[in-house]
């Protein structure tokens, strides 16, 4: 792996980045499906549902394929998936739907490549990111690893063990973005699915910089289990070991992880459940991938910050408050023997300095107000700030 060409990269995409001089927030989901792969929504229906809802960028990150080339799909013989395709067609018309009848009388649509539904949605204010899920496995353990901002579709990789297939597509990932010059990064998806993924995997790796401390799937067990951490839990044990041998920290990210557009529940992978809040100078995928490269975002479930601050080893926090709706700001501390230690603040607004001894510092904001549509009872809304380190701070 070109570690040292990479990190040089990240360097230079900080400094860009510091640079910018008017920052504001931008919302995005970065873990998407569509009919392109085992998704059940016309790409440009999921792309008009996010844009309408608020969201600044989507990346659709169909699984081993990227929307290109030709693929028709057929319309299931379902009133769900009729009606789908029926509000499809009024919404976008017959000059934009292609569509065909097979010899048994099944209607078969053709699917939009990234191209033509990117041009027909990007404007100043919301942006399409080309992405991939690569797909891939070893002893029928699911591994599964998101690029944002991919340019060509990278195959899945394998290996001969669940680290080796990890770093061997993730080193990919890297080699793409040496090879093209494009700002680009991977991301490990759902770790706790079917418990795939342990944390001294997760430990061993090398360039890997975000995993998804909240997926909205209803089978991928943020929780853990009590065999199994949590991702929140391997999340800290995962940093501990990155701070001890001086490798960059880990951030973590929220997304739902859609596949399912037309029916609801907590046995569906439904859009909205999670997604990150990025401060970027501008909305472009260069600026974006430098903002999050340095750890300029926060994840949430329906949290929302006015302010989020870092100066001078200082984590500031002000909520942005929903009426009748309480907070609780979680401080969490990794000193330097590597314990773990949570200091709990109720209100809206918190802040905590970052010690020179601690190997770093994060918080959690949780609030009072349930998570619409959630995956289980124990899910109420709430942001995850990304971890600090100790800088010299000048005189």
């Given amino acids: 792996m070109k570690a040292s060409l990479l990190s040089i990269m990240i360097v230079m995409s900080l400094s860009a980045n510091s640079q910018q001089k008017e920052l504001r927030w931008y919302k995005g989901n970065l873990h998407t499906h569509s009919l392109w792969s085992d998704g059940d929504g016309y790409p440009e229906m999921i792309v008009d549902w996010y844009r309408s809802r608020g969201y600044h960028f989507v990346a659709l990150s169909d ?3 990227l929307a290109q080339g030709e693929k028709w799909v057929k319309v299931p013989k379902s009133k769900v998936y009729e009606d789908a395709f ?25 699917l939009k490549t990234y191209e033509a539904y990117r041009n027909r949605f990007e404007h100043s204010d919301f942006l399409m990111l080309k992405a991939e899920e690569i797909t891939d496995q070893f002893e029928k353990k699911p591994i599964h690893i998101n690029v944002t901002n991919i340019q060509d579709l990278i195959p899945a990789q394998g290996g001969n063990s669940v680290l080796e297939v990890m770093q061997r597509n993730i080193d990919a990932v890297h080699s793409q973005r040496i090879a093209t010059g494009v700002p680009m990064f991977a991301h490990i998806n759902h770790p706790n699915f079917y418990y795939a993924i342990s944390a001294n995997d997760m430990i061993a790796l090398r360039g890997e910089r975000f995993f998804e401390v909240y997926n909205g799937h209803p089978l991928v067990h943020n929780e853990g289990d009590s065999l199994h951490p949590g991702t929140e839990e391997l999340w800290d044990q995962i940093n501990i ?55 300029d975002f926060y994840a949430s479930t329906g949290v929302v910050l006015e302010d989020l601050k870092t ?85």
């Fill in 311 to 395: 100066d001078k080893n200082t984590l500031v926090i002000d909520v942005k408050e929903q009426k009748g709706v309480s907070y609780r700001i979680e401080f969490i501390r990794c000193e330097a023997s590597g314990e773990i230690t949570r200091e709990v603040v109720k209100g809206p607004r918190a802040s905590r300095k970052l010690k020179e001894s601690d190997l770093f510092l994060r918080a959690k904001v949780v609030s009072s107000q349930q998570r619409t549509n959630p995956v289980n009872d124990v899910e109420f809304e709430t942001a995850w700030i990304q971890p600090i380190i100790y800088r010299s701070v000048q005189k």
């Fill in 63 to 65: 699984h081993n394929i």
């Fill in 241 to 295: 070991a990155y701070r001890k041998r001086g490798q960059a920290l880990m951030y973590g990210l929220a997304t739902d992880d859609s596949h399912h557009y037309h029916l609801f529940g907590r046995t569906y992978s439904n859009a909205g459940r999670g997604w990150v809040m990025v401060r970027s100078g501008s909305l472009t995928p260069e600026s974006l991938v430098q903002a999050m490269e340095a750890g």
């Fill in 86 to 110: 029926q509000h499809y067609l009024t919404m976008f018309g017959d000059d934009w739907v292609e569509q065909k009848t097979d010899s048994a009388g099944r209607t078969l649509v053709k």
